[in-house]
């Protein structure tokens, strides 16, 4: 691994794969490394390369690949995804939160379009009668 762990490769793999869930993936991802890396008596300089290590992922995975892929087109805050996740995790299991984001953003584009029409539509602009 890049700064000698052992285990790391799957630790990275597995916070990897739960980054999909903002914030837990990393966090979770983190702590257990932070407590493999005290663990094997890496001591400070361990704990600071592995904070090192999730910090560069984390900057990379967030203003270079996950723009890239989704773009700022959909327009869902972080606010929203975990809302998103929690809300269909509790209404279809793990189904639910595979598909929670990208319903979300389906969602949030259909109500923008129709806000928008209906902001430009006669119903809108007309004066009330009087």
């Known amino acids: 691994t890049i700064i000698g762990l052992d285990l790391g490769l799957i630790v990275g793999l597995t916070a990897g794969v739960l980054s999909f869930i903002p914030y837990v993936g990393t966090v979770l991802g983190s702590i257990t490394a932070i407590l493999l890396s005290l663990s094997q008596n890496a001591g400070w300089h361990g704990v600071i390369s592995v904070l090192t290590v999730f910090a560069v992922g984390q900057g990379l995975n967030d203003y270079v690949i996950q ?6 087109r959909v327009g869902l805050s972080a606010v929203w995804v975990i ?4 809300a269909g995790g509790a ?10 984001v990208p319903v979300t953003a389906t969602l949030g584009v259909i109500a ?5 029409r209906y902001l430009q539509s006669p119903l809108y602009l007309d004066a009330p009668p009087e």
């Open 83 to 86: 809302f998103a996740l929690f």
């Open 91 to 100: 209404a279809f299991g793990f189904l639910g939160i595979m598909l929670a």
């Open 112 to 116: 923008r379009f129709w806000l928008r």
């Open 67 to 72: 723009p890239r892929f989704l773009g700022d």
